[in-house]
């Protein structure tokens, strides 16, 4: 049996795919467990609101009331995957977030974010929606 070598487009589809679900299984189910499948240590954390490792994101997804994670536009890179979102409940209003994460050995490890508060498209000077 041939085996063919990883390409760059297979691990950005596979690292998609671990954010994708991830994601869905810590905010979306509330299964803290995920942050153990998915998720390693050191965890660098590059927001503002929260330090770096594991333990803040256990102590943070209890409290978040009414949070909802809806990801618009997902694109990968090598070991990045960009997620442009609409969220609810990290801030009093609805939040537009891009994320980004860096992975490595299939476990995310790595975490920048910019948020917006989201103007509504006739509010906007473009008239364009954000998201």
Known sequence: MTQHPVTQGDQAQRNTEIVLTAMREL???????????????PYVQH????????????SV???LEGFSWEP????????????HSIVH??????????????????????HWDVVQDIVAAEASASGNAMV
């Open 27 to 41: 905010f979306a189910e509330e299964d803290l467990t995920a942050i153990d499948r998915y998720w390693a240590e």
């Open 47 to 58: 927001s503002p609101r929260m330090p770096n490792g594991l333990d803040t994101l256990r």
């Open 61 to 63: 997804v209890p409290g």
């Open 72 to 83: 618009q536009r997902v694109a990968a890179q090598g070991d990045l995957v960009f997620t």
């Open 89 to 110: 409940g990290w801030a009093p209003n609805p939040v537009a977030i891009v994320d980004i994460f860096r992975l490595e050995n299939g476990r995310i490890v790595e």
